[in-house]
């Protein structure tokens, strides 16, 4: 057991601090061309500043922006919008890149320009530690030109208002920032205990130890509460209860479906992961199978750009899974989900739709008589 486990604060903090943070001043703006709107050539004292970085390739990117212009609308000219252009590929020209924003139109009603070679980058996303997460992200400046917020566009608006209201507390919003930091770190830290214990598909003759693994989850919750509900541990707790108890498996994924406290945004898609992993390796009984598809619910419920995800494949899997939990009338229902948004989709092989086609017939069949078409075909 590595000395992680054992000191956990200290390896915890071994990461370097960001130069920039919560409550920070932020830098002057450093972009190489303006593509839409006024040039902003410094952030005013007393007026909020959104940055939102983006790039043309970037699909959850593209469906922010009607949140953005929306929000950009309401708050104008409290507030000003600016969308950074980021991360774009080699062979992106900037002549592209103006093309992109020109055909976004009202969809992109804000500020806009492109970055300064790695300069901006380095500022804003790598100054702030966010470097490993990818964008779209978001940057909140306040009215005294320091950093109030950084997160995903969809979780801007909250804060925003309460920002734009001077009603936003900075010092509660950088603890929270460097609590969820300092897990973050910790968890990726501890990821090499678990390795020795789980089983590696590239070695058969290893089995796993998942006893083990939950008496290690034990272990490192009784010092860092904090991690119950990180990827890590919901992963290895739900998939080692799957293996060694399944009555308590079902009773662990139950929890999330009736958390009620909005404080905790439960995993839903590390459950599904690790449900599906095992959903056909073990013998595991209907009433698992059923939470298996409820669990997928409520990861869709909790996607937000569902239009640029392959819907159909997860309500597909979700009607195996009440197929296989001895509900079809929900495997129906799932099934036909699943064929609708498979109109909505481009490019796919000729063979989904009729194999899509024959589950559903199969469910039908099974279902009660509400289900089944009427001899005309209705």
């Not at 604060?9 to 932020?26: D, F, S």
């Not at 449900?275 to 199978?289: T, V």
């Amino acid at each position: 057991m590595s000395a992680c486990l054992f000191a956990l604060t200290t390896c915890a903090q071994e990461q370097p601090p960001v130069t920039l943070n919560i409550g920070k001043p932020v830098p002057p703006l450093r972009v190489k061309t303006w593509l839409k709107g006024q040039p902003v050539q410094q952030f005013e004292k007393g007026k909020v500043y959104v940055l939102e970085f983006w790039a043309t390739w970037c699909a959850p990117c593209r469906e922010a922006m009607p949140h953005l212009s929306s929000l950009a609308e309401k708050y104008r000219p409290q507030a000003q919008f600016i969308g950074i252009d980021i991360h774009e590929r080699k062979q992106t020209s900037l002549k592209e890149v103006q093309a992109f924003v020109d055909n976004m139109g009202s969809k992109m009603d804000y500020n806009v320009a492109a970055e300064d070679t790695a300069a901006t980058v380095a500022d804003w996303i790598v100054a702030s530690g966010e470097q490993h997460n990818g964008i779209p992200i978001s940057f909140v400046v306040n009215q005294e030109g320091q950093l109030a917020w950084i997160g995903h566009p969809s979780d801007l608006a909250a804060p925003l208002e309460k920002i734009v209201n001077n009603k936003w507390d900075i010092g509660q919003a950088l603890a929270a920032r460097n609590r969820e930091k300092y897990l973050a770190t910790l968890e990726d830290s501890l990821r090499w205990d678990f390795e020795k214990y789980t089983y590696n598909i590239n070695y058969p003759d290893r089995p796993g130890h998942p006893d083990s693994i939950l008496l290690l989850i034990d272990t490192i919750l009784k010092k860092e509460p904090g991690l119950k509900y990180s990827e890590l541990i919901v992963w290895h707790t739900f998939t080692g209860l799957l293996q060694t108890n399944p009555a308590k498996a079902y009773q662990y994924g139950r929890q999330f479906l009736n958390n009620t406290d909005t404080a905790i945004i439960p995993p839903y898609d590390v459950l599904v992961m690790g449900f599906d992993w095992y959903s056909s390796r073990l013998n595991l009984s209907p009433e698992l199978y059923h939470l298996g598809a409820e669990l997928y619910q409520a990861y869709i419920n909790s996607i937000v750009y569902p239009q640029i995800m392959s819907m159909h494949r997860y309500y597909n899997k979700m009607a195996t899974w009440y197929w296989w939990g001895h509900d079809p009338t929900k495997a129906v229902a799932s099934e036909q989900k699943a064929i609708d948004w498979l109109k909505k989709e481009k490019d796919i092989s000729p063979g989904i739709p009729a194999t899509y086609a024959l589950r559903l017939k199969q469910y039908q069949e099974h279902a009660p008589d509400k289900w089944k078409p009427d001899p005309a075909g209705n």
